[in-house]
């Protein structure tokens, strides 16, 4: 499909045949295990790549799940893709296929707190040294060395939404060989094509934006074939396949992701500049904002600010508390960029087991409430949070 296709048409027709051979509109849910040959002949030619057809084994791959991966992979402007059962198995996979002992990774500290986790503990324990830094071209730059391997950072990062400077962060990396990963989850393809920036590999985890209505997981590698077939390779040892009627539930969601995103930013930005108008609230992090430390990145880079903004609250965490259980419409749980509004205090949900001085340490506000802006109106998520916001 042609460059200048726009995001919505690329989201309802990329990666999609002009006619199916069955003639169906949309790709079928194919449930099957095992593929088999016709005879020893096809067989002989498929393992000797002159015979094309699906892998003989649903661990190596299955129509549906392919189909989806050619429809994300068009959605980046990239030519491969590949779909795993989580984000986290994305990440993961990813890491190991492109790490080994003696190897260096530089990780930004704002990354999704298990990928942190990942790399501190497990990569540790398979001989790969890591930094976590600040997410910043300086910071990232001080903690080079001459192993370094990866860099993997994320923009928007989860909570206060740092947009990363990433033309400059591979300007640095291609200086040294070094392949460069963004978890792209927060600023979706709609708001931003890292590839085209020059990012090696781009992650998502289609459980959030692209599947858009919190019924599945998953989570996609996208980049060059040479990349991403290796990143296939270590999946079909590790194991966490995606299964197709996942997949074809993420297909199906994907093709109202523009529609959905544009919704979500235009109300997020009307909500953030609510927020810094309140009394309650001390300080508020959207990219699209001026106060914001990475506005003028995030207008360079970024066509919107995504569906979250989160807000400290004058108050801390008692005042983050009544606040979220005043709230009618937002409902209190984890994940973001969905249909529904989500709302959350990380000290409360993801950082449970730490005492006040350990959350501050790591920068987590007492205070702070993530709120994950849906597609209902914006005049009844208004009027709910003001209601809920004026009884602070």
Do not use: C
């Not at 949900?349 to 001085?357: N, Q, R």
């Amino acid at each position: 499909m042609p460059e200048q296709r726009g995001p919505s048409t690329l989201a309802v027709h990329g990666g999609e045949p002009e006619i199916r051979a069955d003639r169906a509109i949309v790709a079928p849910v194919v449930l099957s295990s095992t593929y088999p040959f016709a005879d020893t002949a096809e067989l002989v030619a498929y393992m000797e790549g002159t015979h094309a057809r699906p892998p003989e084994y649903a661990r190596y791959g299955n129509p549906t799940v392919a189909a989806t991966e050619a429809k994300l992979a068009a959605l980046e402007g990239a030519d491969a893709a590949v779909l795993m059962a989580s984000g986290m198995a994305a990440i993961t996979t990813t890491l190991f296929a492109m790490l080994k002992a003696g190897a260096h990774a530089v990780f930004t500290e704002d990354v999704y707190r298990k990928t942190r986790v990942f790399a501190r503990e497990t990569l540790a324990r398979f001989g790969v040294e890591v930094d976590v830094v600040a997410p910043n071209v300086a910071a990232i730059e001080a903690a080079l060395r001459p192993n370094t391997r990866v860099i993997f950072t994320e923009t928007p990062t989860n909570p206060y939404l740092r947009v990363v400077d990433l033309p400059a962060v591979v300007a640095l990396a291609k200086a040294r060989r070094i392949k460069t990963i963004v978890d792209a989850t927060f600023a979706t393809p709609v708001n931003m094509q890292a590839l085209r920036l020059g990012i090696d590999l781009v992650i998502h985890s289609t459980t959030k934006y692209l599947g858009g209505h919190n019924d599945i997981m998953g989570g996609a590698v996208i980049g060059k074939p040479s990349l991403v077939d290796a990143i296939r390779d270590q999946l079909g040892t590790l194991g966490a396949v995606a299964d197709p009627f996942g997949a074809f539930l993420l297909s199906r969601g994907i093709k109202t992701l523009a529609l959905r995103v544009e919704r979500q930013n235009a109300s997020a930005k009307a909500i953030a500049e609510l927020l810094e108008r309140h009394r309650a609230v001390a300080q508020v992090w959207y990219p699209m904002l001026p106060s914001h430390p990475d506005h003028a990145i995030a207008m360079r880079d970024l066509t919107g600010g995504g569906a979250v903004v989160s807000f400290e609250l004058g108050g801390g965490l008692a005042a983050g508390t009544k606040l979220l259980d005043a709230l009618e419409i937002p409902k209190l749980a984890a994940s973001l960029g969905g249909v529904e509004s989500l709302v959350e205090q990380p000290a409360l949900m993801s950082y449970f087991e730490m005492t006040p001085d350990e959350r501050a340490a790591i920068g987590i506000r007492e205070g702070l409430v993530r709120l994950s802006v849906g597609i209902e109106d914006l005049a009844d998520l208004v009027a709910d949070l003001t209601r809920a916001l004026d009884r602070l």
